[in-house]
């Protein structure tokens, strides 16, 4: 089994529309976290929730809107899509307890293209 | 300045030599400091992650800290092409949230046989 798993893997959609992506982790970690890359594999941070609370969230639009239902998974929405959202997004998890970092799984990625 | 700051490469050695890989950080108060390696369409991997000033072996990976040069580097020894991917250094900063993670924007190493 996949321990964090994302879908859609690939995602095509036109300026405008409204689309979400859902992550799951099935490794029993309390913190997820929403990770974007751009076209030159620059990683930035987006969201983190730690059970089930928002406790980073980056100078990202308000367009975008993450959820987590419970500890295992983390869902991003994305409305009033545009050009420039084209991107991977990465969800990873991780433990809170423990060094910081070295228990961070990424899932497989997200590639959204907006056209 | 950037966070962390990576010579983008490509860097390409031949196989069997040692790659170097380098990066740099701004907050003197970074505390953990990571390398994460990426092969076209995939998700990073951790490989290595070091908190101590000094060397950390893993097989064939050596990592690097220099805290006073704010400075920290990933070798890998007897190169393979399966090692081609790109290396992301990430750091994480003493105080920041948890799991909070600054990357570098990577360097492409391509090992030719």
């Known amino acids: 089994d996949t321990a964090v798993s994302q879908t859609p893997k690939y995602l095509v959609t036109q300026m405008g529309n409204d689309k979400s992506i859902k992550c799951e982790q099935n490794?029993?970690?309390?913190?997820m976290y929403w990770y974007k890359q751009d076209s030159k594999k620059f990683l930035k941070i987006m969201f983190s929730?730690?059970?089930?609370?928002?406790?980073i969230n980056e100078t990202v639009p308000n367009r975008f809107s993450p959820k987590s239902p419970d500890k295992a998974h983390l869902n991003l929405h994305i409305n009033s899509l545009e050009l420039g959202d084209s991107a991977v997004y990465f969800c990873?998890?991780?433990?809170?307890?423990?060094?910081?970092?070295?228990?961070?799984?990424f899932g497989e990625g997200s590639w959204l293209t907006v056209v | 300045q950037k966070e962390v700051e990576q010579n983008s490469g490509p860097l390409s050695v031949p196989e069997g030599a040692i790659a170097s890989l380098n990066c740099t950080y701004s907050?003197?108060?970074?505390?953990?400091f990571f390398w994460y390696r990426q092969y076209s369409g995939k998700s990073p991997e951790l490989i290595m992650f070091?908190?101590?000033?000094g060397d950390k072996e893993d097989g064939r990976f050596t990592a690097q800290l220099n805290k006073a040069s704010q400075y920290v580097s990933l070798l890998i020894r007897d190169s393979q092409p399966s090692d081609s991917a790109t290396y992301l250094c990430?750091?994480?900063?003493?105080?920041?949230?948890?799991?909070?993670?600054?990357f570098g924007r990577g360097t492409q190493l391509t090992v030719w046989p």
């Open positions: 070091i908190y101590s000033n």
């Open positions: 929730y730690n059970n089930k609370e928002l406790i």
């Open positions: 990430a750091v994480t900063r003493r105080g920041s949230t948890l799991g909070r993670l600054y």
């Open positions: 990873a998890s991780t433990a809170s307890r423990g060094p910081p970092g070295n228990t961070i799984y």
């Open positions: 907050d003197r108060g970074s505390q953990s």
């Open positions: 490794l029993g970690h309390d913190t």
